[in-house]
């Protein structure tokens, strides 16, 4: 075994560059220096989801254009980033996994059932002080027990998890109405619209804060640590992780858990922002979930994926609604649009799983 | 031909005794056995079907036998994860590589032990990344694997470059005994010398390998001693020097048998 020759390092890119023993890196032919910087470049073109942010750019440029005046008001952007938070929150856990080659259709309902535990919270705690915090943990504990219920069924009893997360989808809505007898809960106390539903810290308004702060530890927690590390390589290669001595399973019922205590926390922010439980609006969340992450180059097959991407994927159908209400066409046009978006950004997730097939 | 196991100076680093495992109607090891002594190369051969498979995976910790024991310096151990196997220093190539393609080639290699940051970022379980980089960086110039960017995802590379990943995994984290489940089986002439070369070297630090082919030149050419499995038990022992491939195969396919016991 012959280490590479590194005399041919006189063609090296930087002519001055040191060529000290430590200086390893230097120390490559200029077609590896070449072949490393391409790599690379391709590797931050797919890390940040380049392409679905230069969509977005594209998008926003167009109606600043068509618009200006009436998109680029505070007023607007505010109501586009109150009116995307809640479902940032369930596609900041749909991402992870999505990630782990994982689906969790039940999101919605989680949503709709923990603002009904946690409405009924509340007025059961009526007079106490911790009222809203008594709210708080009992709209995400309900969450969490879905995602933990979720987590087990897959992770555990090995049932695939779009057939597991539809029966709990089904579970969770119909519990929800038998709990709330088919009507809205009403009587969420008013103090929680006033502090979280609509205040804001320096201009920005606090659902948009909660959910911001949520993304950014996504964020941290998917690129930065070992659990992210993990998620992606169960996501990649599940045997290998197992190999590897990756508590798969554990790891597993903790990101279903997670998915299913951000969807509860955005119940909670729906009780904020609606005063009421919504029960009946959320049936869509799960296919603008599952859009907004794809959008953002999270592949369905698990193993890649970005936070920065799904924050943007969540952006793209709010903006494009905003825009062409303020336009004045139909806003339905929005639907068609995102629709066809998102297969082709599924197409070019394909034809590049087939190119490396190739290789 | 046949070895005597009173003739042998060393005890073994690690020792299969009587190991049975059966799946569903199928018994894939019935009272297998199996040793290595240190610093070998020892290649275990076998038809389709021998138990080959199922006794390098309940080395490696991935299954548990259902009778018998696996002894590590004599002593009985309890290999009920990989992580087991890993403790007692036995790392495996496996044949599919068990590499997760999308991740970097550090990535992989740190696999399941990442280094973490220092202090309390580290508790939170951060990763230390350029520590990481560092290490396959040095490991792969070591083994000369030719691979210079150790951020190139795996599934950029080639069949040749992640066999080097793999390979590279297991040398650096073994402490005794390298497993490797057909490491040839999909390379070239050329690839295929460059593990050979490998493999020497491995021996050369002091560990064991134990190697699973069946490129019987490739056997011949890298190993010292040969036990080959039949039918989920151990039919014979050779040494790699006074072996023919005309004893070898008759012994897989069953025309010879030096051990009845089970």
């Given amino acids: 075994m012959t280490n590479k020759p590194s005399d041919q390092t006189d063609t090296t890119l930087d002519p001055d560059a040191p060529s000290t023993p430590s200086a390893v890196v230097q120390e490559k032919s200029a077609r590896g220096a070449v072949t490393v910087l391409i790599n690379r470049a391709s590797r931050i073109f797919a890390a940040t989801s380049l392409g679905t942010f230069m969509l977005l750019v594209l998008i926003v440029i167009l109606f600043a254009l068509l618009a200006g005046d009436r998109f680029f008001t505070t007023f607007n952007l505010r109501n586009i980033a109150i009116d995307t938070s809640g479902l940032l929150l369930i596609s900041v856990g749909m991402t992870f996994v999505i990630i782990v080659a994982g689906i969790d259709l039940s999101v919605g309902a989680v949503l709709v059932f923990s603002a009904v535990i946690g409405a009924k919270a509340m007025i059961a705690a009526e007079g106490s002080p911790l009222q809203l915090w008594i709210g708080l943990a009992a709209t995400v504990l309900a969450g969490l027990a879905w995602g933990i219920v979720n987590g087990i069924l897959i992770a555990k009893a090995s049932l695939p998890p779009l057939i597991v997360t539809l029966g709990t989808l089904s579970i969770a809505l119909g519990l929800s109405y038998v709990i709330s007898g088919g009507f809205d809960v009403r009587g969420v106390p008013p103090e929680l619209n006033a502090t979280l539903g609509t205040g804001s810290v320096l201009g920005i308004p606090n659902l948009v804060l909660v959910s911001a702060i949520v993304a950014a530890v996504a964020w941290v927690l998917l690129t930065q640590t070992r659990f992210g590390r993990h998620t992606f390589a169960i996501g990649s290669n599940l045997e290998a992780a197992r190999r590897a001595g990756i508590a798969v399973e554990r790891h597993l019922i903790t990101v279903y858990a997670m998915s299913g205590l951000l969807a509860g926390l955005a119940g909670y922010l729906n009780l904020a922002r609606f005063q009421t439980t919504t029960i009946a609006g959320h049936s869509n969340d799960i296919l603008q979930a599952i859009t907004a992450v794809t959008l953002g180059g999270t592949s369905l097959f698990g193993g890649v994926g970005t936070i920065v991407g799904t924050v943007i994927g969540t952006f793209i159908p709010a903006v494009l609604r905003n825009g062409l209400v303020i336009l004045g066409i139909q806003p339905f046009w929005q639907q068609v649009v995102v629709g066809a978006m998102l297969i082709g950004v599924v197409y070019l997730d394909h034809l590049r799983r087939r190119a490396r097939q190739k290789r | 031909m046949e070895t005597d196991q009173s003739t042998q100076g060393p005890k073994p680093i690690i020792e299969v005794v009587n190991v049975t495992k059966t799946y569903g109607k199928v018994q894939a090891l019935r009272g297998a056995n199996f040793s290595v002594y240190p610093g070998e190369v020892v290649a275990l051969l076998g038809d389709n079907g021998a138990g080959k498979s199922t006794l390098v995976k309940t080395l490696s910790g991935v299954i548990q036998p259902d009778s018998g024991e696996v002894r590590a310096g004599g002593k009985p151990v309890k290999l009920s994860s990989p992580e087991d196997a890993r403790v007692l220093g036995i790392e495996t190539v496996y044949q599919d590589l068990a590499l997760a393609p999308d991740l970097d080639a550090a990535a992989n290699m740190y696999l399941g032990r990442e280094s973490l940051r220092k202090g309390i970022l580290g508790r939170l379980g951060f990763l230390d990344k350029a520590d990481m980089r560092r290490g396959t960086s040095e490991a792969f110039e070591r083994l000369g694997t030719g691979i210079q960017d150790t951020a190139a995802h795996v599934h950029t590379m080639s069949g040749g470059q992640r066999q ?93 048998v030096q051990e009845e016991e089970a």
């Fill in chain 2, 164 to 256: 080097a990943v793999a390979v590279g995994r297991a040398l650096t984290w073994a402490t005794s005994v390298v497993l490797m489940d057909e490491p040839t089986a999909a390379l070239g002439v050329v690839q295929s010398e460059r593990v050979a070369q490998l493999i020497g070297q491995v021996r050369a630090t002091g560990l064991s390998v134990v190697l699973i082919s069946h490129n019987l030149p490739f056997v011949f050419d890298v190993t010292d001693r040969i036990e080959v499995l039949r039918l989920g038990r151990r039919v014979a022992r050779f040494e790699t020097g006074s072996a023919t491939v005309e004893g070898v195969v008759a012994a897989m396919t069953g025309a010879l």
